[in-house]
């Protein structure tokens, strides 16, 4: 059944199927593409958009797809069921490319760099194929590259054309000896051996004809000149035509031969020359499809609604790209009918071809420019009345053609067409324009057929309110600029803006303002509701870009934050891991110590510290081993991605903080504790072994689950005996001090600074003898939570100040 015949013609679709073909490397690929027509079963169609995406992986992959040459042998083919037939040696020669471009073919739908699965669609046509490399060779070896038979294709075309190579030799070398005896009257200046009818012959004046005799062949166009072959050629010319008879019997048997050699392979070598074709129309599509920027669509059955989304016209994307603006129309199911309403000029004609345009595409295996997610239906036929379709010939007027048209959609079309009416209701008085127009909108409707119509009748309009399965929409227009924006809006009919236009184009306002007068009252209502819901509708817009421009940049500035929050939080990991690891160093350090000590006193005849050497030892071990676990605890947290974060745990309660409540200190990154005291605004809190003067609105209470879920991400810090409240300090002071009094103070000054995240500790040593000094410089050196230090300047104490720059 012709899917439609009048309505492609109408809508063009033949200029789109070029603009496809263009895109093919041969010319058997572009006709091919030409004569793609819609399909009519959804397996078909889903086979043929499966095999362009098949081509389309190729064509991005690694190894691409390169088309092969693909030789015009159809007729050639043909010939071959007739027995006795040969190939000319062109035509040979055309065979090799043939089976060179099959088998290059295979091995590219057959690259082992492939996915798998990505050529599955094209196996079919990899299995048609061939690959014959042997009577590759055979051809070639008997035709050449510029289509001619070898001399040796056979050892007597080998003889027979030595000879004649030889013979004609001879006779030019014989022929020159002639012309050079000839008198300088009847020689021709610069003459030289010719042929003229496949005989050799010599140029000789005119007057010269009776001094050399023999056969005239030819003569120049002044008649001055004769070509003539002399009567001592003329047997040696005889011999030649004997020589290139034979020769030409020789190579019609070789031709002959290798076509027979060909001729059992006809049906290989037809399917062959179809599927290179096909692969060629397939590599077109492909390449449309990545030229335009055209997504996979999904399939369905009419009646089941459709869904374009980024829909643009394929005609004007080619023209120019840059100013097609693309539109969206989603028909759900139950909607049959789409009627666009709005000025001339809108684009609803256009909006009602691309749309037609876009399902013949898709239903001829063709991408079409539509945004991802779009669903486009099948139908079984496509009717159109678009433009103006009068005919002298057959005496129709141009309501007469629509009319011939639109009694063909009633009569034929089904619940599975897309019918398409440009202008419904015109050419004729509007009352019975309307008229008509509606009876036919509802009887599709009702069928269930696909309909989209324009009209800028108001009634009809009204259809929407009356007829279910019938939708209004609209093609916006600038109001000021009275320009349309190609928008469309669906549920909402346009205005005509007759009248605006007719102000803007300077009608005498006079003219105008009875025009107005005129104007239905009704019809005046209903176009002043329009308006305020168009103004109404430009609002809501706005409002949403403004919605989703401040949108996207809250979350963008949550990204941010979400970003410096894991900055942050392993900036604490570091510090913490680098604070266990000076822990667990000093311990070792201690029990180094011990040792040395015990050895000192057993030296010095000490018997009596055995015992407490052991619990010495015992208990430099045990912290040693509490900080070791520490660190693969803090190892641990670190790597639980998809672990909530502190302060989403302690986040969980709130409550009323009281002495003994467990809270989580915010100001200390969500590190958990429990208060002691109150104080006012402040509260004292443990937090492991320091007790810390805080903020009353910096704690958080949680339970005691949650409480503990904390203290099982914090590994605290092992240290003897309490610590007084808190107060770090940006200087330590030493004057005055032992070393190892001052080795004391330094650490624990640095310990304070960490935790405090101090940029910097001043460390006032004096000047004296420079021991303390060295020492600090010593511990410092040694500690990798100091990033450097230095002298202080002239105003910061000079050589009595040593300035820590922390990590």
């Known amino acids: 059944m012709n899917p439609g ?64 040459p693909i030789p015009d042998l159809a007729a050639a083919l043909g010939r071959l069921r007739v027995e006795g037939t040969a190939w000319t040696a062109l035509e040979l020669r055309a065979a090799v490319t043939l089976l060179l471009s099959s088998r290059r073919a295979l091995d590219a739908l057959h690259d082992k760099t492939l996915a798998d699965g990505v050529t599955a669609p094209l196996e079919s046509l990899a299995a048609s194929l061939v690959r014959d490399p042997e009577t590759e060779r055979e051809i070639d070896r008997v035709i050449k590259d510029d289509a001619t038979v070898r001399d040796d294709a056979s050892p007597l075309l080998r003889r027979v054309r030595k000879e004649l190579r030889g013979a004609a030799a001879d006779l030019v070398r014989m022929l020159e000896r002639l012309m050079a005896k000839l008198e300088p009257h009847h020689r021709v200046e610069d003459a030289s051996v010719t042929v003229r009818n496949g005989r050799y012959v010599i140029p000789v004046r005119r007057e010269g004809r009776g001094a050399v005799g023999g056969i005239v062949h030819d003569m120049s166009s002044s008649g001055s000149t004769l070509f003539v072959e002399p009567p001592a050629a003329v047997e040696a010319s005889n011999r030649m035509r004997e020589l290139e008879a034979e020769e030409l019997r020789e190579t019609e048997r070789i031709l002959l031969e290798v076509t027979d050699r060909l001729r059992p392979h006809r049906d290989a070598l037809v399917a062959t020359l179809d599927a290179l074709v096909t692969l060629d129309s397939l590599y077109a599509r492909a390449r449309y499809a990545i030229a335009y920027g055209c997504a996979p669509v999904v399939l369905a059955l009419c009646g089941t609604g459709f869904s374009i989304l980024d829909g643009r016209h394929p005609l004007l994307l080619a023209r120019d790209r840059a100013s097609v603006v693309p539109f969206a129309l989603t028909m759900d199911r139950g909607e049959h009918t789409l009627l666009v309403s709005g000025p001339n000029t809108g684009g609803k004609t256009v909006l009602l071809k691309a749309i037609a345009l876009l399902s013949l595409m898709a239903q001829s295996g063709i991408p079409a420019p539509v945004g991802l997610g779009s669903k486009i239906a099948l139908f079984d036929r496509f009717f159109a009345d678009i433009g103006d379709e009068q005919s002298i010939e057959a005496s129709l007027s141009t309501f007469s053609a629509h009319l011939r048209n639109l009694t063909e959609i009633v009569r034929d079309a089904t619940a599975q067409s897309l019918v398409l009416i440009d202008e419904l209701g015109s050419g004729t008085d509007p009352v019975e324009g309307a008229a008509l127009g509606g009876a036919i909108i509802e009887t599709l409707t009702r069928r269930g057929t696909t309909s ?15 007829v279910p399965g019938v939708v209004n929409a609209s093609l916006q227009f600038d109001a000021i600029a009275l320009a349309p924006t190609f928008r469309l ?18 009608m005498p ?94 030296a010095a005849g000490a018997e009596q510290i055995e015992t407490a050497a052991a619990a010495a030892r015992r208990a430099a071990e045990q912290k040693a081993a509490e900080a070791g676990e520490a660190l693969r605890a803090l190892d641990e947290a670190t790597a639980m991605e998809d672990g909530r974060s502190k302060m989403e745990v302690a986040r969980t309660e709130t409550g009323r903080i009281e002495v003994g409540a467990p809270v989580v200190v915010a100001s200390l990154g969500g590190k958990a504790g429990r208060v002691v005291e109150l104080r006012g605004r402040d509260a004292v809190v443990a937090v492991g072994a320091m007790k810390l003067t805080v903020p ?25 005996g309490d610590q007084p409240d808190v107060e770090v300090k940006h200087e330590v002071d030493l004057r005055g001090m032992r070393v190892d009094e ?39 050196s040694g500690d990798q939570r100091v990033r450097t230090f230095r002298m202080g300047a002239w105003n910061e104490g000079g050589a009595g100040v040593t300035i820590a720059e922390l990590s």
Request: net charge neutral; glycine share 6%.
């Open 5 to 68: 015949g009048h309505a492609l013609t109408v809508l063009e679709f033949s200029r789109v199927l070029d603009l496809v073909a263009g895109h093919a490397s041969s010319a058997a690929g572009a006709a091919r593409t030409r004569q793609l027509q819609p399909l009519l079963s959804e397996r078909e169609v889903a086979g043929e958009h499966a095999r362009v995406e098949a081509m389309r992986a190729m064509v991005g992959s690694e190894a691409g797809w390169n088309p092969e």
């Open 452 to 466: 989209i119509a324009t009209t800028h009748l108001g009634a009809l309009k009204e259809l929407a309110h009356e």
């Open 742 to 780: 001052a080795d004391i103070a330094v650490t624990q000054a640095v310990d304070a600074a960490v935790r405090a995240d101090l940029g910097a500790l001043r460390i006032i040593h004096g000047k004296g003898t420079g021991a303390l000094r060295e020492r600090v410089a010593e511990l410092l």
């Open 696 to 720: 009353l609105k910096t704690l958080k209470r949680v339970s005691k689950r949650a409480l503990e879920a904390v203290t099982r991400l914090e590994i605290a810090v092992p240290l003897i």
């Open 509 to 602: 306002e006079e003219v105008l303002r009875n025009a107005e007068a005129r104007v239905p009252k009704g019809e005046r209502d209903v176009a002043a509701l329009l308006e305020d819901l168009e103004a109404r509708q430009k609002a809501i817009e706005e409002r949403e870009k403004a919605a989703d421009a401040h949108h996207d940049a809250t979350v963008a500035r949550a990204e941010r934050v979400d970003e410096r929050e894991k900055v942050v939080r392993e900036k604490e990991r570091e510090l913490e891991r680098a604070a266990r690891s000076d822990a667990r160093r000093y311990l070792l350090d201690a029990r180094h110590e011990i040792e040395k000590t015990i050895k000192e006193l057993r």
């Open 489 to 506: 809006v669906k549920g909402v009919p346009g205005r005509s803006y007759g009248l605006s236009i007719a102000r803007r184009l300077a």
